[in-house]
C-alpha cells in the first residue's frame, strides 16, 4: 500500500519512537518534582522547547506545548477572546478554516462575539483588501490558517501580519499545522502574535502540539490548575511526546530543502498526468500552493467509492479533511470556492510525505485511470 494521506497524519519517524521509547522508559520524573528525576525530567523538557524555539525562530519563553493543533487554535481563540472582550468583541477569520477554527468562531457567536468570515476565491484564498475593509474598532483578533488543508492554497499570511502593525491592539494567530517543514514562515517577520503547529502532521507523535505565543502576550488560559507552560496550559506535561516532536521538528528542519522539492516534484507529476485523463478537474491553485497537497475531482463520480477503488489499487488517500470524512455533506471549503456541489462531492485529496518516491506518481495516474474505466459504467457518466 502506498500513502498518500500525509495531510491527514504522517507516519512517525524511527528515531521519534526511539526518543519517545527512551524518555518514557528513563524520564518518567514529573518536570514539576524537585527531585533528581524531576530535575532530570525536566531538563528534557528545557531542550524540546530550545529546539523547537530555535526552529520557529522564537524565544524558548514563548513556546507553549499543547495535545495538538485543535488545543492550540482553541487556546489561541478563546484565550484572547476572554482576555481582551472588554476592548472588543469582533473576530475576523476565513470561510476556508479547519473546524479547528472555524467552529471555535462559532462557538464564541453563541456567546455574543461578532465573526466575519472572509469569502474566498475560485483558488481558496481571500482577499486582503476585504480583510483590510473587515477591520473594525472593536476588532480584537485575525485568525488565518496558513496552507489550507483540503486544497493545500497558501494564504497571503506575510501581507495580512504587515498591514496588521499599524492595528497593535489587533492580534494576529496562524494556523500553521499544514505549513511548518513545507512552506516558508516567520512568526516575528510577519508580525504572528500566536502560531499553531501539530506533531502528528510532521511524523511526530500524535496529542502533542505547539502554541507559539509573543512574548509578553497575555491571554486567558483555557485549562487552569498547576501552572504548567508559563500559566497557559496547566496538566503535566506529555514529556515523551514533547521529546519526540522536538526530534521530529529538528529532523523536518533538517530535511526540508530536499523534501520540498521531491514533495514538490511528485504533485507535479501528479497535476499533469490527472489533467491529462478525461472528466478529471484539478481543485489545487497551479501557483501558490503548498508543495504536498493536491486535491482533484471527477465531477459525477462519488469521492468515496473512488477512494476505495484507488485503495484496491493500492493507494491510500482522502475525499477530504480527516475530521469531516464520514459527512456526506459537500466541504465547506471546497463550496467556498464555488466550485459547485457535484465537483465538490467528487473531491479527492492526495498528500504526499517524504517517504513517497516521485516514481509512485506515475503509476497512481495508472491506477487513476484503470480504476475510472471500471466505475464509470456504473456510475451514468
Ligand atoms: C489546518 C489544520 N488545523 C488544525 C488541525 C488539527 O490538528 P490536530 O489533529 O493536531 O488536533 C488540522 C488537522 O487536520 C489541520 O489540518
Known amino acids: 500500500m502506498i500513502y498518500l494521506d500525509n495531510s491527514a497524519t504522517t507516519k512517525p519517524f524511527p528515531e521519534v519512537i526511539e526518543v519517545v521509547r527512551r524518555v518514557m522508559e528513563s524520564y518518567y520524573g514529573n518536570p514539576s518534582s524537585l527531585h533528581q528525576k524531576g530535575v532530570e525530567a525536566e531538563q528534557v523538557l528545557k531542550q524540546a522547547r530550545q529546539i523547537t524555539a530555535e526552529a520557529l525562530r522564537v524565544k524558548p519563553g514563548e513556546v507553549v506545548f499543547t495535545s495538538g493543533g485543535t488545543e492550540s487554535n482553541n487556546t489561541a481563540i478563546k484565550g484572547v477572546a476572554m482576555q481582551y472582550r472588554s476592548r472588543g468583541k469582533h473576530i475576523i477569520t476565513t470561510q476556508v478554516e479547519h473546524p479547528a477554527v472555524y467552529d471555535v468562531c462559532k462557538q464564541l457567536e453563541e ?156 504533485t507535479a507529476q501528479l497535476r499533469q498526468g490527472i489533467e491529462a485523463i478525461p472528466g478529471c478537474v484539478i481543485n489545487t491553485p497551479a501557483n501558490g500552493a503548498a508543495p504536498h497537497i493536491l486535491n482533484f475531482s471527477v465531477p459525477g463520480v462519488k469521492a468515496e467509492v473512488l477512494l476505495h477503488a484507488l485503495e484496491e489499487g493500492g493507494f491510500l488517500v482522502s475525499t477530504r479533511s480527516a475530521c469531516s470524512s464520514k459527512q456526506n455533506e459537500p466541504s465547506r471549503v471546497l463550496m467556498a470556492t464555488g466550485m459547485g456541489r457535484e465537483r465538490a462531492l467528487s473531491a479527492i485529496r492526495v498528500s504526499v510525505g517524504c517517504d513517497n518516491h516521485p516514481d509512485e506518481a506515475g503509476r497512481f495516474v495508472e491506477v487513476l485511470r484503470e480504476a475510472l474505466q471500471r466505475i464509470r459504467p456504473y456510475m451514468n457518466v
Open 111 to 266: 456567546c455574543g462575539f461578532a465573526v466575519t468570515y472572509l469569502p474566498a476565491d475560485g483558488d481558496g484564498r481571500i482577499s486582503v483588501e476585504e480583510l483590510k475593509q473587515a477591520i473594525r474598532p472593536d476588532t480584537i483578533l485575525v485568525s488565518v490558517m496558513h496552507v489550507n488543508n483540503e486544497l493545500g492554497t497558501i494564504q497571503p499570511i506575510e501581507e495580512i501580519g504587515s498591514y496588521l502593525k499599524q492595528f497593535p491592539k489587533i492580534l494576529f494567530h496562524v494556523d500553521a499545522v499544514q505549513s511548518f517543514g513545507k512552506v516558508p514562515l516567520s512568526m516575528t517577520d510577519w508580525g504572528i502574535d500566536l502560531l499553531s503547529i501539530s506533531g502528528h502532521k510532521l511524523h511526530g507523535p500524535r496529542g502533542v502540539g505547539v502554541l507559539a505565543k509573543r512574548e509578553g502576550l497575555k491571554i486567558h488560559p483555557l485549562l487552569a490548575g498547576g501552572g504548567q507552560e508559563g500559566g497557559v496550559r496547566s496538566g503535566t506535561e506529555n514529556l515523551p511526546a514533547i521529546a519526540g516532536l522536538a526530534k521530529a521538528i529538528r529532523m523536518v528542519q533538517e530535511k526540508q530543502e530536499q523534501t520540498v522539492q521531491m514533495l514538490a516534484q511528485m
